[in-house]
């Protein structure tokens, strides 16, 4: 069964500093879709970006950017030029064929002023 | 565009009660998931609907829960008896096919269900 793993449960930032989010996945697919999702405390969940694994190069978007090791199933999330409004719980996920969206347990990112 | 709605936002009720949650799709979606959030299983698929058929229910944890789809546009989720152990804060999101693609869920904020 496909698993993702977050093994921060919580990381610090100083504003204006880039911090980055672990996230490894386990799966016997080769053809997959890996997300970052950003949870603040109002609940929404919001889609920050997303890599499809036949793609080598790494998504960017903004201050956020992946690095996207597929034979490591390695997927982190860069933040940079920490702003407060990027404090949240952060979420891993996984989606292949099946189409469900496999989460990992979640990173809580605190940025400090 | 009005993104997924959900409905209510808060829900406190007593045990044994009948809960319905209710979630409006985006327009122009087919696809409709139903997860659960909770602290000790963190986020969980409940079920997912494509075109109004239910495709994959595996996660729906037992026969308290059922959910439907009456319509193109509109899902509801129902707990019949509640228990405690039902509190969780529920998402509805949905997509816009139904074929496996890299089209992202769209999440709608979330009901807060307290079973006292």
């Known amino acids: 069964a496909q698993t993702v793993t977050q093994s921060q449960p919580e990381m610090s930032v100083q504003e204006a500093e880039t911090v980055t989010l672990s996230c490894t996945y386990d799966?016997?697919?080769?053809?997959?879709?890996l997300f970052w999702y950003k949870q603040p405390p109002s609940r929404q969940m919001i889609l920050v970006i997303r890599?499809?694994?036949?793609?080598?190069q790494n998504a960017t978007e903004n201050r956020f950017s992946v690095n996207f090791q597929k034979a490591a199933k390695s997927f982190s999330l860069k933040i940079s030029d920490s702003q407060l409004g990027d404090a949240a719980m952060y979420f891993c996920?996984?989606?292949?064929?099946?189409?469900?969206?496999?989460f990992g347990s979640g990173t809580r990112l605190l940025v400090r002023p | 565009d009005a993104g997924v709605i959900q409905s209510p936002r808060h829900e406190v009720t007593e045990m044994g009660q009948e809960v319905t949650l209710r979630c409006k799709l985006i327009?122009?979606?087919?696809?409709l998931f139903w997860y659960r959030q909770t602290m000790m299983r963190g986020l969980e698929l409940l079920i997912y609907?494509?075109?109004?058929?239910?495709?994959?229910d595996s996660g729906m944890p037992e026969d308290r829960f059922s959910a439907k789809m009456p319509n193109a546009s509109f899902s509801t989720l129902k707990i019949q008896p509640s228990e405690p152990r039902d509190s969780a804060v529920y998402f509805c999101?949905?997509?816009?096919?139904?074929?496996?693609?890299?089209?992202?869920?769209?999440f709608g904020d979330g009901t807060r269900l307290s079973i006292l």
């Open positions: 799966t016997s697919e080769s053809d997959y879709y």
């Open positions: 327009s122009g979606h087919n696809s």
């Open positions: 890599q499809e694994a036949y793609k080598q």
């Open positions: 999101a949905s997509s816009p096919t139904g074929s496996y693609s890299n089209q992202p869920q769209h």
């Open positions: 609907f494509n075109n109004n058929v239910p495709i994959d």
């Open positions: 996920a996984y989606m292949d064929s099946s189409y469900k969206l496999i």
